[in-house]
């Protein structure tokens, strides 16, 4: 089957946006959201994450979970509850816009109904987008805030940016990539609607008469003054 310019869009915005979504998930798991190295011990570097906070001594990591939600600091709080939500965002958008795309057929689903099915899946992967990268660069922001702070010593060590949060905002670029990739491709191209309605009447077949040298007899119309 030739592919059209919007069943190309389409599988391009779908590639994107499930990559977003895979890269989100990872950085939500990973605990390197926030690192710290002690200049007493160069062997031993802490990790911070949304779940749990990491201790590295000599490739030997020991991990503690948070014990409450609610003794976190508000930035991973709300760190949280957006990762979850742009997982459920970017889930349902990939669904939607895999439904209506030109990869998926199923012919019980008119043309119109797949456009707007397109269009919500690329909204979707938008607002997940959104909802990955607020909290990343929350998280970065307050890590900036806190390594520049004057009131702290110089002495004490301070967090530095994770691996986790290049990796979510790479996520939150390729999710809104996705996402607007699949909203411009509703605007690609008019698809043909089949309609019984405007379809005109049939031609009756038409027989040409057969070769003189290959038949016995000829196909003749009938007389326009003969009635039965």
Same mark, same amino acid.
């Given at each position: 089957?030739?592919?059209? /310019?919007?069943?190309?869009?389409?599988?391009?915005?779908l590639? %994107?946006? +499930? #990559? !977003?979504?895979?890269?989100?998930?990872? &950085?939500?798991?990973?605990?390197?959201?926030?690192?710290?190295?002690?200049?007493?011990?160069?062997?031993?570097?802490?990790?911070?994450?949304?779940?749990?906070?990491?201790?590295?001594?000599?490739?030997?990591?020991?991990?503690?979970?948070?014990?409450?939600?609610?003794?976190?600091?508000?930035?991973?709080?709300?760190?949280?509850?957006?990762?979850?939500?742009?997982?459920?965002?970017?889930?349902?958008?990939?669904?939607?816009?895999?439904?209506?795309?030109?990869?998926?057929? /199923?012919?019980?689903?008119?043309?119109?109904?797949?456009?707007? %099915?397109? +269009? #919500? !899946?690329?909204t979707?992967?938008?607002? &997940?987008?959104?909802?990955?990268?607020?909290?990343?660069?929350?998280?970065?922001?307050?890590?900036?805030?806190?390594?520049?702070?004057?009131?702290?010593?110089?002495?004490?060590?301070?967090?530095?940016?994770?691996?986790?949060?290049?990796?979510?905002?790479?996520?939150?670029?390729?999710l809104?990539?996705?996402?607007?990739?699949?909203?411009?491709?509703?605007?690609?191209?008019?698809?043909?609607?089949p309609?019984?309605?405007?379809?005109?009447?049939?031609?009756?077949?038409?027989?040409?008469?057969?070769?003189?040298?290959?038949?016995?007899?000829?196909?003749?119309?009938?007389?326009?003054?003969?009635?039965?």
């Open positions: 089957m030739a592919w059209s /310019l919007r069943g190309k869009a389409q599988l391009g915005g590639l %994107l946006s +499930l #990559l !977003g979504w895979v890269c989100s998930c990872v &950085a939500t798991i990973l605990p390197q959201w926030k690192t710290l190295s002690l200049d007493l011990n160069e062997m031993e570097t802490w990790v911070m994450g949304l779940w749990e906070v990491c201790v590295n001594q000599e490739e030997v990591a020991v991990c503690k979970a948070f014990e409450s939600f609610l003794s976190l600091p508000q930035e991973l709080q709300v760190s949280r509850i957006l990762m979850a939500a742009s997982h459920g965002l970017g889930l349902l958008g990939l669904l939607l816009s895999g439904f209506g795309s030109e990869c998926f057929q /199923l012919h019980r689903i008119r043309w119109v109904f797949k456009r707007r %099915l397109c +269009l #919500l !899946g690329g979707l992967e938008a607002s &997940a987008a959104a909802t990955t990268l607020l909290p990343v660069s929350w998280v970065a922001y307050t890590t900036v805030q806190d390594f520049w702070d004057n009131s702290i010593p110089e002495i004490v060590p301070r967090w530095e940016f994770g691996d986790a949060l290049y990796l979510g905002w790479a996520a939150g670029i390729f809104a990539l996705g996402g607007l990739v699949l909203i411009f491709s509703v605007c690609l191209g008019k698809e043909d609607v309609s019984l309605q405007m379809a005109g009447p049939t031609a009756p077949p038409f027989y040409a008469p057969a070769d003189e040298s290959s038949a016995s007899f000829y196909l003749t119309p009938r007389p326009r003054n003969l009635f039965i």
